[in-house]
């Protein structure tokens, strides 16, 4: 006799058919479809909030709800540990706070208020956060309303075009992970960064074009343009510096752009760049910053290479050890000045850094402390482009 088959279970049948809607259903749309699956979950209530540009607030994609903040709420503990966490609400019962992640990209936080939360409640909710990660991830990346809900300010042009050409802030694997920040965040005129993830490698890569202004957003998407055509190419580095000096030199003969491309093997963490006029990497291991580790001979900036680069440009490599981080910054952060017309300088960066870096937090949420202890120094008010990018080698050999 055929075996009986299984009686499906509701919440499961619930969450297929949230799947399935969440395919053609237009951004904004979302949170009907959430809530809906609320009732049927049996919750009070499900909010989805997605972090600002700066990793400050959580702005509610449910209109007439508060915004919460990411340093002094739950909610934002739960943005900044990846971790869940329970409240007591006001009006009786919990309220969970679930991170909202695609991959390594932190996206935000749901907020999850029940009469109470048991196991399998618990369970599906996680199974809705993934779907909604998924799904905001694939539609934000042509919806207006979800990128103005994570906007506080209004961009400016050059902005808007070089936010237009990065990848994700944060990318990983089970073996690395890379995760960057800009700022100014609305009016970044010439600075970028790229990252990349093959079977064997994480490509990273800064950028600092010359000026502040449109012209300098063009140079770099031009920059970027060109390293990714090379590496997907299959270019080692040298031909991705090679390919962006070429392109520079024939359509933007008057721009240059300093920067470092580099690589990591991710099984034996061996880490290669090529350092083209910019501010050396910083290695920092332990929770210290290694003074002048990764420092090579100066090379010319990217688009004055086929006219001032007499010797052949360079690739450096070292061995990094398990948990080592590599910080690559713009020497718009170093070089600004703060209230008393004093330069923020080197060694304060780097005091920065150890602070950041102490609490042994996700290199994600270090980099989030950072940068914002770099604002709260100049006021939050930058006269340069100061960019951040962090590379974590985590390998699970070790």
Known sequence: ?????????????????????????????????????????????????????????????????????????????????????????????LTAWLPLINGAERLGVLGISAPAIDPVRLRRCRMLASVLAMAITSKRAYSDSLARYARTERMELPAEMLRAFLPPRTIGSADALSTAVLEPAYEIGGDAYDHSLTRSSLHVDIFDSMGHDLAAGLTTAVVLAGCRAARRNGGDLL????????????????????????????????????????????????????????????QPPMGLGVRFCETPRTVHETQLEPGDRVLLYTDGVVESRLGDRTEFGLD?????????????????ESLRRLIHSILDAHDNRLRDDATLLLVEWRPRHA
């Open 239 to 298: 031909e991705l510096v090679d390919t962006v000096d070429q392109a520079l030199a024939r359509w933007l003969p008057d721009q240059y752009c300093t920067g470092i491309v580099t690589q990591l093997d991710l099984a034996r963490g061996l880490f290669r760049w090529c350092n083209c006029g910019h501010p050396p990497p910083l290695l920092i291991r332990g929770h210290r910053v290694l003074s002048g580790e990764l420092e090579s001979s100066p």
């Open 348 to 364: 304060r960066f780097t005091d920065s850094i150890i602070r950041a870096t102490a609490a042994g937090e996700l290199a994600p």
């Open 1 to 93: 006799m055929p075996a009986e088959s299984a009686t499906p279970d509701p919440g499961e049948e619930l969450l297929e058919r949230f799947l399935a809607e969440t395919h053609a259903a237009a951004p904004m749309e979302l949170p009907e479809l959430v809530d809906r699956c609320a009732t049927a979950l049996g919750l009070k209530r499900i909010v989805v909030y997605l972090v600002d540009i700066q990793q400050r607030q959580l702005v509610p994609l449910t209109d007439g709800m508060p915004g919460l903040a990411v340093d002094s709420t739950t909610g934002g503990r739960a943005y900044r540990s990846l971790d869940l966490r329970i409240e007591e609400s006001e009006g009786g019962g």
